[in-house]
């Protein structure tokens, strides 16, 4: 069965798809998208921020970039509780 993490506004990801979740602001973001090749209108990149700040950048292991309010330490958290049970 698939384990899902709650990343804010209603979105979910997989959590057999995160290869990685690390802290990251806007500028870092763009950086990374023009190293990748990719724009903000890309397949490969989803916007769970919004309008909103971006706090964290999780990456899945189909080369999907996802952006979220969330930071990485709070959605750590949420995996480590999901992982005891609660």
């Known amino acids: 069965?698939?384990?899902?993490?709650?990343?804010?506004?209603?979105c979910y990801v997989?959590?057999?798809?995160?290869i990685l979740i690390t802290?990251?602001?806007?500028?870092?973001?763009?950086?990374?998208l023009q190293r990748r090749e990719l724009d903000k209108n890309s397949d490969k990149y989803w916007n769970a921020a919004g309008a909103k700040e971006v706090k964290s950048v999780i990456f899945c292991d189909d080369g999907l970039l996802i952006s979220s309010t969330i930071s990485a330490v709070t959605l750590i958290k949420r995996i480590n509780e999901m992982k005891k049970g609660g």
């Open 14 to 18: 997989n959590l057999s798809k995160v």
């Open 23 to 32: 802290e990251m602001d806007s500028p870092k973001l763009r950086r990374e």
């Open 1 to 10: 069965m698939n384990e899902f993490l709650h990343i804010g506004y209603d």
